[in-house]
């Protein structure tokens, strides 16, 4: 889809009812408090976990030291506990600390899976452990058990963290059952998400399912659950409300993995800290890979069968496959798919009656994913 018509499908998308301005400043003056909450649940886990214990102390130490990010589920979730008459600090805290703590946990995991020592262009959990391994002089083997065992049980410990979160959360105790299974859902689904991405790498890209893979791994606990858990504790929110803020969320997320998943090729890593050549080399199974495949001409095909899935891909050979995706009209169909499910985000907000304030400040964040550019 080109640029203008993209802009003028943007256009179509509903605006705001009314301005989000006011409940925005209440959600960036709560989310700044987001680190410090995460730090003292940090204190909360090493105080109950670690007791006294040199070793599990320094791995709470380095999971403190991956905080850091835009913290966008943070900011769903205390959006939609404020949007929707929520007035405690202590949950906004609570919320998210819960959200962050959770993300924390499953990219470790995540990392670990896939092999990586960094996030964001610096070291992460293994990638640290690692380090620190090899330099007191540990044999290689060595500091890879250690390093991946490290990760493991960091990933658990914050999962763990997070649950603590939702747990303590300062809210009537039957909203405090209804968070918790909120968490426990979505973390269903992340599993189901990061196994199917697993088996997707045995698979010809054109059976891999990287919709459904976004939907579960990604719009599942990183959209979805916020605006739920910020819903859920107001103790506002009704069946219809939860409905409508899933259906966004899952569009939500959708369009962003999508966008992920261009600037993975298409972006400027000094922007978004992540290289455009490793979803090449890894032969990463994604919509926008199906579509180049689809429409490729049998010249065209011959490239992306030679380039992709090559751990030794030249930068010349990432550059290849990008022009083929231009060439074959995969990336205006990926970006049309963008905007399409960032429209479908907002249409799902007009099958509920949402506090004006929140609806606006949902409109605006679904607006505006298809022209980030990290």
């Given at each position: 889809?080109?640029l203008q018509e993209q802009a003028r499908v943007a256009a179509r998308m509903p605006h705001p009812r009314d301005g989000s301005a006011g409940l925005a400043d209440a959600v960036g003056r709560a989310v700044a408090?987001?680190?410090?909450?995460?730090?003292?649940?940090?204190?909360?886990?090493?105080?109950?976990?670690?007791?006294?214990?040199?070793?599990?102390?320094?791995?709470?130490?380095?999971?403190?030291?991956?905080?850091?990010?835009?913290?966008?589920?943070?900011?769903?979730?205390?959006?939609?506990?404020?949007?929707?008459?929520?007035?405690?600090?202590?949950?906004c805290d609570a919320l998210g600390a819960a959200v962050q703590l959770l993300h924390t946990g499953l990219c470790v995991?995540?990392?670990?899976?896939?092999?990586?020592?960094?996030?964001?262009?610096?070291?992460?959990?293994?990638?640290?452990?690692?380090?620190?391994?090899?330099?007191?002089?540990?044999?290689?083997?060595?500091?890879?058990?250690?390093?991946?065992?490290?990760?493991?049980?960091?990933?658990?410990?914050?999962?763990?963290?997070?649950?603590?979160?939702?747990?303590?959360?300062?809210?009537?105790?039957?909203?405090?059952?209804?968070?918790?299974?909120?968490?426990?859902?979505?973390?269903?689904?992340?599993?189901?998400?990061?196994?199917?991405?697993?088996?997707?790498?045995?698979?010809?890209?054109?059976?891999?399912?990287?919709?459904?893979?976004?939907?579960?791994?990604?719009?599942?606990?990183?959209?979805?659950?916020?605006?739920?858990?910020?819903?859920?504790?107001?103790?506002?929110?009704?069946?219809?409300?939860?409905?409508?803020?899933?259906?966004?969320?899952?569009?939500?997320?959708?369009?962003?993995?999508?966008?992920?998943?261009?600037?993975?090729?298409?972006?400027?890593?000094?922007?978004?800290?992540?290289?455009?050549?490793?979803?090449?080399?890894?032969?990463?199974?994604?919509?926008?890979?199906?579509?180049?495949?689809?429409?490729?001409?049998?010249?065209?095909?011959?490239?992306?069968?030679?380039?992709?899935?090559?751990?030794?891909?030249?930068?010349?050979?990432?550059?290849?496959?990008?022009?083929?995706?231009?060439?074959?009209?995969?990336?205006?169909?990926?970006?049309?798919?963008?905007?399409?499910?960032?429209?479908?985000?907002?249409?799902?907000?007009?099958?509920?009656?949402?506090?004006?304030?929140?609806?606006?400040?949902?409109?605006?964040?679904?607006?505006?994913?298809?022209?980030?550019?990290?």
């Amino acid at each position: 889809m080109p640029l203008q018509e993209q802009a003028r499908v943007a256009a179509r998308m509903p605006h705001p009812r009314d301005g989000s301005a006011g409940l925005a400043d209440a959600v960036g003056r709560a989310v700044a408090r987001t680190t410090t909450a995460v730090a003292g649940a940090w204190e909360r886990v090493a105080d109950s976990a670690a007791a006294g214990d040199p070793e599990p102390r320094e791995l709470i130490g380095i999971l403190a030291g991956q905080e850091g990010g835009k913290q966008l589920r943070a900011r769903l979730a205390i959006a939609a506990y404020l949007g929707m008459g929520g007035d405690d600090p202590a949950v906004c805290d609570a919320l998210g600390a819960a959200v962050q703590l959770l993300h924390t946990g499953l990219c470790v995991h995540d990392d670990l899976i896939d092999g990586d020592d960094r996030r964001h262009g610096r070291p992460n959990v293994a990638g640290t452990v690692r380090s620190a391994w090899g330099a007191a002089g540990a044999a290689p083997d060595v500091a890879t058990r250690q390093a991946h065992s490290a990760a493991l049980l960091a990933g658990d410990l914050a999962i763990s963290a997070s649950l603590r979160a939702v747990a303590e959360a300062p809210v009537r105790p039957e909203l405090r059952v209804e968070l918790m299974r909120e968490v426990l859902g979505a973390l269903d689904a992340a599993i189901a998400g990061e196994l199917l991405d697993v088996r997707s790498e045995q698979l010809a890209p054109e059976e891999a399912r990287p919709i459904r893979m976004a939907e579960l791994k990604t719009a599942g606990y990183s959209v979805i659950l916020p605006l739920r858990l910020g819903a859920v504790a107001s103790g506002a929110a009704d069946a219809t409300t939860l409905a409508a803020l899933a259906e966004y969320g899952r569009h939500l997320g959708i369009a962003y993995q999508l966008k992920d998943d261009e600037l993975a090729i298409f972006g400027d890593p000094g922007r978004t800290g992540k290289s455009t050549s490793s979803d090449v080399r890894g032969g990463k199974r994604t919509r926008l890979l199906q579509l180049a495949l689809d429409a490729a001409d049998p010249a065209d095909r011959l490239v992306l069968d030679r380039e992709v899935g090559q751990a030794e891909v030249t930068e010349a050979g990432v550059e290849r496959v990008r022009a083929v995706m231009r060439r074959s009209g995969a990336l205006e169909r990926h970006r049309a798919l963008i905007v399409g499910h960032a429209a479908e985000a907002v249409a799902a907000l007009e099958t509920t009656a949402l506090p004006r304030g929140l609806d606006a400040y949902l409109q605006v964040i679904a607006r505006s994913v298809p022209g980030r550019d990290r």
